[in-house]
């Protein structure tokens, strides 16, 4: 199984320690945000992964060049043009030949998914977003079945969707949580956008034509490590959950 790791963010929020590092190294109880996820690929039975990076990008090549991990490891480098989450995997496109769909996973994520079960249950899809009930401003707007229909921000009433008449109220509202299933498929609908793009606003383009599907995890536990404020409450939930 293959998988992307998002590591190219500028880390904006973890300032000060981003100033020198990239988020993606990032200690959590001593350990890099990278190593934790890379160890979880590892046990979940991914056996490549592509990293994209930009910020600080050869501290990351560097990092993994003096450290042994036990899955094949490419860099996607974006260190002259950071390409955003959509243009990041259109970037690393060739990585991914043939039909075998991958997983794509923010660096700064920590969660109790168990990656080869959702990895699993995308197979019947186009692609499949983690979601959750979180409470937010922003949502992905899903019908009766699950499949991708909208976005909302719920504080200002804005709408996208390909669907003009869509009605908002009967869609069910969740928060997308930063890990998706990815078919390469889809990576012809990606031709006509530019270098740089949101994977969200390419998946609202497309969700007429694609199946794209969300996986709601309801006992879903998961911290986003994008605050310096974040770090304890992170380095507490490995002590839990790893």
């Known amino acids: ?15 000060p320690l981003t100033d020198t590092m990239p988020k993606a190294l990032v200690p ?7 190593k934790i996820l890379l160890d ?15 910020h600080f990008g050869q501290q990351i090549i560097d990092y993994i060049g003096n450290n042994s991990f036990d899955i094949h490891i490419s860099i996607s480098d974006e260190r ?11 970037k690393a496109s060739h ?3 043939g039909d075998e769909p991958f997983l794509v996973h923010n660096v700064d994520i920590l969660s109790n998914v168990d990656l080869l079960h959702f ?5 019947a ?22 499949r991708l229909v909208g976005w909302t921000n719920v504080q200002t009433g804005e709408v996208k969707s390909p669907y003009p008449d869509l009605n908002v109220d009967c869609c069910r509202k969740y928060a997308f949580a930063g890990i998706h299933v990815f078919s390469p498929k889809l990576f012809p609908f990606m031709e006509k956008f530019g270098d740089k793009f949101s994977i969200i606003d390419f998946y609202l383009s497309i969700a007429k034509k694609a199946n794209i599907r969300c996986f709601l995890k309801e006992d879903l536990k998961l911290i986003d490590v994008g605050k310096i404020n ?13």
Request: hydrophobic residues 40%; proline residues 1%.
């Open 80 to 90: 002259d043009k950071l390409l955003d989450t959509g243009g990041g995997i259109k």
């Open 40 to 54: 979880k690929l590892v046990l979940s039975g991914y056996t490549d992964v592509v990293i994209n990076v930009h």
């Open 28 to 34: 959590v109880g001593g350990t890099p945000l990278l």
């Open 125 to 146: 899809y186009d692609a499949t977003l983690l979601v959750s009930r979180r409470e937010t401003s922003r949502y992905l707007l899903f019908n009766e079945e699950n």
């Open 1 to 15: 199984m293959k998988a992307m790791i998002f590591a190219a963010g500028l880390g904006t929020r973890l300032k």
């Open 230 to 242: 974040t770090l304890q409450a992170a380095e507490d939930f490995l002590k839990k959950e790893f």
């Open 95 to 97: 990585f991914f030949t």
């Open 119 to 123: 990895h699993e249950t995308h197979l």
